[in-house]
T-cell receptor
Framework: DAKTTQPTSMDCAEGRAANLPCNHS???????VYWYRQIHSQGPQYIIH???NNETNEMASLIITEDRKSSTLILPHATLRDTAVYYC??????????????FGQGTILTVHP | DGGITQSPKYLFRKEGQNVTLSCEQN?????MYWYRQDPGQGLRLIYY???????QKGDIAEGYSVSREKKESFPLTVTSAQKNPTAFYLC????????????FGPGTRLTVL
């Protein structure tokens, strides 16, 4: 699975959009980009995933560049409850890592009033 | 309510004792996972099971053991061979094969004195 690189930390004002970048320059053609988040002392929570098209759900939007080497998770109207560690993960269902997710250190997003 | 439960939330043990952490899910998921998280770090996979009576080692299996006798249960034993057992332990489950949305339990914080 592709190695992903994320900034260590980011800040965002409440009510504004939070844009969290992720680089995955070695991603393979059939490898998905998954995003999870972990609020302090809780288990991680799935947010969204995509292959090459942009995706949107009730939690967030995922924008994947055309060359698929990077992506951005967008929280359109961040609230204080969105303060968490956000993990960007590359996952290949057909590979030897079937079922396994590799969590890096993620981005600590702090939403402030 | 459907979900995944872990017990206890906090656990204290003396060095040299084995301890078993409980993980139960009523989501009818085939696959279950155990992760370990150290302060300020991402999650690391200990063991996973894709079907009853079968399981595979993850990235840091040494000093741990598991069993999968029932679909809904995947207990983890931290043995005395685990050199640094103090950590936050997270259990997860999901339907496979292609979409890897894992549902996490609330975690067990183990402290070995």
């Amino acid at each position: 699975d592709a190695k992903t690189t994320q900034p260590t930390s980011m800040d965002c004002a409440e009510g504004r959009a939070a844009n969290l970048p992720c680089n995955h320059s070695t991603i393979s053609g059939n490898e998905y980009v998954y995003w999870y988040r972990q609020i302090h002392s809780q288990g991680p929570q799935y947010i969204i995933h995509g292959l090459k098209n942009n995706e949107t759900n009730e939690m967030a939007s995922l924008i994947i560049t055309e060359d698929r080497k990077s992506s951005t998770l967008i929280l359109p109207h961040a609230t204080l409850r969105d303060t968490a560690v956000y993990y960007c993960i590359g996952y290949n269902a057909g590979g030897t890592s079937y079922g396994k997710l590799t969590f890096g250190q993620g981005t600590i997003l702090t939403v402030h009033p | 309510d459907g979900g995944i439960t872990q017990s206890p939330k906090y656990l204290f043990r003396k060095e040299g004792q084995n301890v078993t952490l409980s993980c139960e899910q009523n989501l009818n998921h085939d696959a279950m996972y155990w992760y370990r998280q150290d302060p300020g770090q991402g999650l690391r996979l200990i063991y996973y099971s894709q079907i009853v009576n079968d399981f595979q080692k993850g990235d840091i299996a040494e000093g741990y053991s598991v069993s999968r006798e029932k679909k809904e249960s995947f207990p983890l034993t931290v043995t005395s061979a685990q050199k640094n057992p103090t950590a936050f332990y997270l259990c997860a489950s999901n339907h496979l094969p292609e979409h890897n949305e894992q549902f996490f339990g609330p975690g067990t914080r183990l402290t070995v004195l």
